[in-house]
T-cell receptor, first 115, second 116 residues
C-alpha cells in the first residue's frame, strides 16, 4: 500500500518564476493538505483540498494556489517566486471523516530553493 | 488564534536516559485535538499520537508516554530509556475540532539528540 508521494524531491528556481509541486495521497484518502516548512520551523498550513475544492486556507497570499484532481491527487502552484518561498513543502493526506479529525499521513516533501 | 509553544529548541541526552519534551498550547476552542509528530532527517513527518480535548487520560505506548493536562494547557511527551534511533525533531500540533487534521497549528519543534 503506497503512502503519500510527492514530486519532485528537489527543485531550484529563480525569483519571479513559477513552480508546480505534485502530491499523490495515500490509497483510500480523499483529502489533501499542503504545508510550508521553513528551515528550523514547524510546518505552516497553506490550504486543504477535498472534492476538488479548496476547503480551508491558511495565511498565504494568492500567489499560492492549488488544484485537486478526480483521482484525489493534488498540485500546489506558486507564482512570482520570492527568496522567502524557499522551504520544504509537505503534502498530507487524510480521509474525510464527516466531521471527525482523522490522522494525517505526510509525504517526504519537496525541497524548493529560490535563488 | 491558536498557538503551540515548544520552549525547548534542542535537547541532548545519553542513551538510556529518560527525556521529556514540553508542549504548551493556546486555543479558544473547547473542543480540539492535539498531536505529536516525529521528523527524522529524511524529512517525512511521522504521526505518533492524537488526543482529543475531552480525554485527559495519560497514554503509554512502549517507551513513549504522553501527559495531557488541560488545566495547564500542556501536552508533554516522555521517552523512557532513550535510544539513538529516537534522534529527530519532534513537533507538537493543535487542530480545531470538526475539521480535518489538515488545518493544524504546529510548534517550532524540539530537536532531540540521543548520544551513544
Amino acid at each position: 500500500d503506497a503512502g503519500v508521494t510527492q514530486s519532485p524531491t528537489h527543485l531550484i528556481k529563480t525569483r519571479g518564476q513559477q513552480v508546480t509541486l505534485r502530491c499523490s495521497p495515500k490509497s483510500g484518502h480523499d483529502t489533501v493538505s499542503w504545508y510550508q516548512q521553513a528551515l528550523g520551523q514547524g510546518p505552516q498550513f497553506i490550504f486543504q483540498y477535498y472534492e476538488e475544492e479548496e476547503r480551508q486556507r491558511g495565511n498565504f497570499p494568492d500567489r499560492f494556489s492549488g488544484h485537486q484532481f478526480p483521482n484525489y491527487s493534488s498540485e500546489l502552484n506558486v507564482n512570482a517566486l520570492l527568496l522567502g518561498d524557499s522551504a520544504l513543502y509537505l503534502c498530507a493526506s487524510s480521509l474525510n471523516g464527516q466531521g471527525s479529525v482523522g490522522e494525517q499521513f505526510f509525504g517526504p516533501g519537496t525541497r524548493l530553493t529560490v535563488l | 488564534a491558536q498557538k503551540v509553544t515548544q520552549a525547548q529548541t534542542e535537547i541532548s541526552v545519553v542513551e538510556k536516559e529518560d527525556v521529556t519534551l514540553d508542549c504548551v498550547y493556546e486555543t479558544r476552542d473547547t473542543t480540539y485535538y492535539l498531536f505529536w509528530y516525529k521528523q527524522p532527517p529524511s524529512g517525512e513527518l511521522v504521526f505518533l499520537i492524537r488526543r482529543n480535548s475531552f480525554d485527559e487520560q495519560n497514554e503509554i505506548s512502549g517507551r513513549y508516554s504522553w501527559n495531557f493536562q488541560k488545566s495547564t494547557s500542556s501536552f508533554n511527551f516522555t521517552i523512557t530509556a532513550s535510544q539513538v534511533v529516537d534522534s529527530a525533531v519532534y513537533f507538537c500540533a493543535l487542530s480545531e475540532a470538526f475539521t480535518h487534521a489538515g488545518k493544524s497549528t504546529f510548534g517550532d519543534g524540539t530537536t532531540l539528540t540521543v548520544k551513544p
